[in-house]
């Protein structure tokens, strides 16, 4: 998700008002929620700092999912879909209703699997949700919820040239060197719409199992050996992952005046994705040429196979085989605990007054795991200091890194509303407090590691007033500080920011609302300047092999947020619905930014007699803002022609993408002439239509039975949905900035599924 500019690190998603943004990075694993939706009652989208008043990242919008078991009446529904790529999926949903006026219950299972649209992106999952709500009495109530999704997904990392994709798309894309593809070229070999890299074949005749862990595969708790997921492939990059999340909220009003609100909740989290470790085994596209030299290269497992099946080290064993490269996987295993309470209290009829505690702590682990041998016995890891000759490990075992962390946060604030007739005021502020600690297992001193607590603040205010029964304005501000993401205060090698910036957001907003009975028009502007966002960059000190990498932070990274969003609907009869929206944006970096590198010079006795000091400069003022399209188009139809039938086209219009990209990419020597200050690529506009229907049976046996269908891009459309500039590995020529010195990812082809589902 990408709102105005910002991705989910900025963007604050919550489920029942719980926050989901990982606690070290602020990052939304969204496989982790799949299913979720359908046990969802609604979801509220806020664009912009919104009203919430938790420390949560929401500079560019927020999301609430909410599941309410009263919502939903007595009954239940059981859906099936098919579709494309061998999706399958079965829902089983059911609720009480209201039982007495006291006590509601509701439950989903899900069941996900599929082959996938794009090569071997296949889909092995389970949902589940579970809710209930009790009311002591009309002052006091207690609700629960459980929802988690345990899944293992084949992954697609690597985005590719776009002529490995389609030479076609290649040549007719603005300014694209075709010499790329031609023959005897690097992208000579097109891997079609559907390629992926992440995987390739293996013979049925090997038998290796492997290592893998979450929650509830096996047994509750369960480690151990599995089999493989296919006997004739093998996925490099797989995902697998359980985040249960499990809150308590409870409600009492104390009097007429006051209001206590609480959620007490845990979230866990097992699982991790898979890769290679030690040497690789790739094949080129080419025969005869070197893997890198030519695209789509491919693993080649059987070698790997076949050269770790004989390789006796009589160093570590006298018969067993030593694996020269491995997969592995990459682990995070976590507890966050957490207590949101906020009290209410009515001044006046007019005047709200609310106070309220965000409190939260998380232990996580992180390390990399021996997942599959590949024909080997062991493999000798030499990234453990307590093991400097070589560690002999085995299925399961740690290697490559190994650390723990913790994050403790805790915020508080006031927030204040005030309604009068046709005025309606809000404005709040609050205080948080964020403090990391790191651990690296692989270390002789085995020291945790402490950053002092950095302390932020947020003042937002907005204020809306009704002109009319049809016309109302409104305008919004903010002042928000947001402490840095773990790494950019203790790196992965255990180096702590001496005096780390807050990163600052400073936003404002107006606009207007139109109402009629069959008219409604939003139109609104913005502008968010994101000052001192966070970076780091690793530099290398020393000469040679011996030199040692460190860190250097950045500071002065500027961008400006701005943009224009319309949108309305019109019901031209009780047939005929339109809805639109526009939205015009204009993000931009502002300002150069740089950074200093400061290193303690010693004599022959250890002493210190001197530091030198490395400037960093980069050249960023008026690069644009990558990784969303900056300008976007949406209609769309709706109609109802016969009782039970409803019909949708959504057609989408997307323009001014340009490629992602780092802002340490455009590193210079601090003299402007050798500022590399060429825009990044702007990939072409695009158009996508889906189509969506759905019928309503007459009732068959008493039952209500309903048809859904939906076809997505409908048109088939080729484009690039994602970009990034420069890449040092599927580029061609020098570095440019044009379109075959990136690497993307196509949007998916035309597919389709339909569902029937029956309600009791």
């Known amino acids: 998700i990408n709102v105005r500019g910002f991705n989910q690190r900025n963007v604050a998603v919550m489920i029942n008002g719980v926050p989901q943004n990982d606690m070290e990075n602020g990052w939304v694993y969204w496989s982790n929620w799949d299913g979720v939706g359908d046990a969802t009652s609604s979801i509220q989208m806020q664009r912009g700092l919104s009203a919430v008043n938790l420390a949560t990242p929401s500079i560019g919008g927020t999301m609430n999912i909410i599941t309410d078991p009263t919502s939903f009446e007595r009954g239940g529904k059981y859906k099936q879909e098919f579709g494309g790529g061998g999706f399958l999926k079965t829902t089983l949903t059911a609720h009480t209703g209201l039982i007495n006026d006291k006590l509601a219950l509701s439950g989903t299972l899900v069941r996900k699997t599929g082959n996938g649209i794009v090569d071997k992106t296949w889909t092995d999952a389970w949902a589940y949700y579970m809710g209930a709500t009790y009311a002591i009495n009309d002052g006091h109530r207690i609700e629960a919820y459980i929802v988690g999704a345990p899944q293992r997904h084949g992954q697609n990392l690597y985005k590719q040239n776009i002529a490995t994709y389609s030479q076609k798309l290649a040549g007719d894309v603005d300014g694209y060197d075709v010499s790329a593809f031609e023959e005897g070229a690097k992208f000579e070999t097109e891997g079609g719409r559907t390629f992926n890299q992440n995987w390739a074949p293996v013979s049925s005749d090997y038998k290796g199992q492997q290592y893998w862990y979450m929650y509830g595969v096996g047994g509750l708790f369960d480690k151990g050996l599995r089999n493989r997921y ?98 592995r996987n990459s682990i995070n295993r976590q507890n966050t605990y957490g207590l949101i309470s906020k009290l209410n209290y009515d001044v006046s009829d007019e005047l709200e007054v609310q106070v309220g505690l965000d409190w939260r702590t998380a232990g996580i682990e992180h390390a990399r795991e021996v997942r599959d041998l590949l024909g080997g016995d062991y493999y000798v890891d030499y990234a453990d200091d307590n093991a400097p000759d070589g560690k002999v490990v085995r299925l399961g075992d740690e290697v490559a890194y190994f650390n723990s962390t913790t994050v403790d946060w805790i915020g508080g604030f006031l927030q204040g509303n005030y309604t009068a007739d046709k005025l309606n005021v809000y404005g709040m502020g609050g205080l948080s407090s964020i403090k990391y600690s790191y651990q690296d297992h692989f270390t002789v001193a085995n020291e945790v590691v402490k950053a002092d607590a950095i302390s932020t603040f947020q003042v937002k205010g907005g204020v809306t ?89 950045l500071s002065g990274i500027n961008q400006k947020h701005q943009g224009m969003e319309i949108e309305g609907s019109m019901k031209l009869n009780d047939m005929i619905r339109l809805d639109g929206a526009v939205s015009f944006g204009k993000w931009k970096f502002d300002g150069d930014a740089k950074g200093n590198y400061q290193e303690d010079q010693y004599n022959s006795e250890g002493q210190v007699i001197g530091v030198t000091q490395t400037p960093y400069s980069y050249a960023l003022d008026g690069l644009m803002v990558g990784d969303q399209p900056q300008t976007s188009y949406v209609l769309g139809t709706t109609l109802t022609p016969i009782k039970g039938l409803r019909l949708q086209g959504i057609f989408k219009m997307y323009d001014k993408n340009y490629a992602d990209w780092s802002p340490d990419s455009r590193e210079y020597d601090g003299t402007d002439a050798g500022a590399d200050r060429s825009q990044v690529w702007e990939a072409p506009g695009y158009n996508r239509l889906d189509l969506h229907g759905s019928y309503k049976l007459p009732k068959i046996g008493g039952y209500d039975v309903t048809i859904t269908g939906h076809v997505f891009n409908a048109l088939d459309a080729l484009y690039v949905q994602d970009a990034v500039d420069n890449s040092p590995y599927n580029g061609f020529g020098d570095k440019l900035h044009l379109p075959h010195n990136a690497e993307v990812f196509l949007g998916t082809p035309r597919y389709a599924n339909i569902g029937l589902t029956v309600n009791f």
Not at 239 to 265: A, C, D, G, Q, W
Not at 509 to 534: C, H, S
């Open 230 to 327: 296919s006997s004739d492939f093998l996925n490099e990059r797989e995902n697998y992952f359980h985040k249960p999340l499990m809150n308590i909220n409870h409600f009492l009003t104390i009097n007429e005046k006051t209001r206590l609100s609480s959620v007490l909740y845990w979230s866990g989290g097992s699982g991790g994705g898979t890769g290679t470790y030690g040497s690789s085994f790739r094949a080129p596209a080419v025969e005869g040429q070197k893997w890198y030299r030519s695209s789509p290269w491919q693993w080649d497992w059987n070698a790997a196979i076949a050269t770790n099946s004989d390789r006796v080290d009589t160093n570590f064993h006298p018969t067993e085989n030593r694996s020269k490269g491995i997969l």
């Open 465 to 553: 007033y009704d002109v009319d029964d049809n016309v109302s304005v409104f305008g919004n501000a903010g002042y928000v500080q947001k402490p840095p993401i773990m790494d950019n205060v203790i790196y992965y090698d255990g180096t702590v920011s001496s005096d780390p910036d807050n990163e600052k957001f400073l936003s404002s907003e107006a606009g207007i609302n139109f109402k009629t009975e069959n008219v409604a028009v939003k139109v609104n502007v913005y502008n968010t300047d994101w000052m001192d966002r966070n970076l780091t960059k690793a530099v290398q000190s020393g000469q040679g092999s011996s030199g040692d990498t460190d860190v250097i932070f």
